[in-house]
């Protein structure tokens, strides 16, 4: 089976940075995408960063310019630079790897891991 662990969250004060880490680990022969995901107490789940194993990327409008999302296809581990933060980006942040294929058991599928906490104070 797939397993996508997160590091990297916690305690930071406005106009901080953190960086956040997600592994994936199993049988794993490729991810198509991969990406960060956000929800904050009260608010929708929304997308925050993906990227593809061709590197483009795409950003919710309110963090282009201050978070930078990359991957290392060969460690399958996908990071979100986030810089400049700010309370409302206060959220638990979800890993997710996107058309995930596998020596073992079903193609195509995603997986999600169970979210990093992290807290911008003003």
């Known amino acids: 089976q797939v397993q996508l662990v997160e590091s990297g969250g916690g305690l930071v004060q406005a106009g901080g940075s953190l960086r956040l880490s997600c592994a994936a680990s199993?049988?794993?022969?490729?991810?198509?995408?991969m990406g960060w995901y956000r929800q904050a107490p009260g608010n929708e789940h929304e997308l925050v960063a993906i990227?593809?194993?061709?590197?483009?990327?795409i950003y919710k409008d309110s963090v282009k310019g201050r978070f930078t999302i990359s991957r290392d296809n060969a460690k399958n581990t996908v990071y979100l630079q986030m810089n400049s933060l700010k309370p409302e980006d206060t959220a638990v942040y979800y890993c997710?790897?996107?058309?995930?294929?596998?020596?073992?058991?079903?193609?195509?599928?995603?997986?999600w891991g169970k979210g990093a906490l992290v807290t911008v104070s003003s």
């Open positions: 990227i593809t194993s061709g590197g483009t990327t």
């Open positions: 997710k790897a996107g058309l995930v294929r596998t020596t073992t058991g079903p193609s195509g599928m995603t997986y």
């Open positions: 199993g049988s794993i022969v490729s991810i198509n995408s």
